[in-house]
């Protein structure tokens, strides 16, 4: 081959090799943490975004670092640290001979977040992307960030709506309670029902609402004879239904379902629900059988009341008032001779000695004493009359 033939090919080759290299790009960069200082060992990820490609680097003692030999592409640089992604830059387009700086500064980076969150939050409440968020979208990027923002617009809208309706609920309710006026406190509660329908009209998902609604379609009913009760309390158990539905192991929302159903007379579904809700909470089973019990005897099921008071009682034998309201109903069930001499059923006496024992200043502890007395018992007790002008001085029940 001529001297001249092999600088020819010489040539050739240097200009291949040249060609070949042009196609080679580097990125790199510096990061720097919140402190200002570099980060070494962080994990840089560099993903091609036109076609399929990963690369992964790490920064040296000085927070620096180079990804050599990459292909003229798109790419997306994100920084991990301690394998949690805490910055990303997108869309960098590398090209032959310049090498891409990719900078990482967390100082700065927390500060345009904020930034960033609050022109998202602004985003959220006008419906609109900001001029300073949406500058250096791709038109596919801008389109998605659109539907997200209308998306998420509508979510902030609709609960907003349900926290304006609940909130006004609550404070009808609070106005209800506080009212001495029955015909001002019957329209509070009219109110309170139809604000929390509405909150259950804006999120059916929410169980706090049903459960609201519930017990002001109660207090409503209150309010109410004939067939506007029915209708009424009616409302309430549905709402209930629909809070036990969103919530079936809420013991509080079967005891009040219980109740409510109670009021509608169905005694036999009350003690099914009471039962779930003693099961679901064992260490306040004997409250929620107490409640039935002081329903029961409201609407004169004496018998009744005495065998769920028993019950509450053998579910929480330290309730106080569970063993006054179970002696108040065996002493219906007392014999009185031609001379006037009481005769308790067996349990009587037992039931009032307990109550003292447990509460010797409860709310019903005169009360018990007074029973005491006049059935003869031979209990002494310390019952301190709470409304005595002397304090000090105690009432007491000899032996006979």
Known sequence: MKLRD????????????????AQITTIE??????????VEKAVVKITRTDIKGNYEVKSNKKGHYIYMGLPIGTYNVSLVIDGKEVDKVNNIHTSPGDNKPVDFDLKNAKKDDAQQQAQI??????????DELARGMTAEQKAAMEKDVKDKSAQMKKRNELNESFNAGMAAKDAAIAEK???????????????????SENDPKQQAVWAQLGESYVKLSETKTGPDFDATIGHALEAYQKAIELKPDDAPSHNNYA????KAKKFDETQAELKKAADLDPANGGKYYYNLGALLVNANQGDAAGEVFKKAIELQPT?????????????????????????PVPGTVEAFQKYLELAPTGQYAQSATEMLSTLGSTVDTKFQNPNAKDSKKSTTTKKK
């Open 29 to 38: 960069g510096d990061i720097k943490g919140p402190d200002g200082k570099p």
């Open 319 to 343: 309730y106080a008032d569970s063993y006054y309201q179970y002696g108040v109903t065996l002493v219906g069930k007392a014999k009185i001779a031609a001379d006037g001499k009481v005769t």
């Open 181 to 199: 006026d029955p015909a001002l406190r019957a329209k509070h509660w009219e109110d309170a029902v139809a604000a929390f329908t509405k909150a």
């Open 259 to 262: 109740l409510a159903l109670a």
């Open 6 to 21: 092999l600088g020819r090919v010489a040539a050739g080759m240097v200009f291949l090799a040249t060609s070949i290299f």
């Open 121 to 130: 939050a602004k985003a959220m409440e006008t419906g609109k992307i900001p």
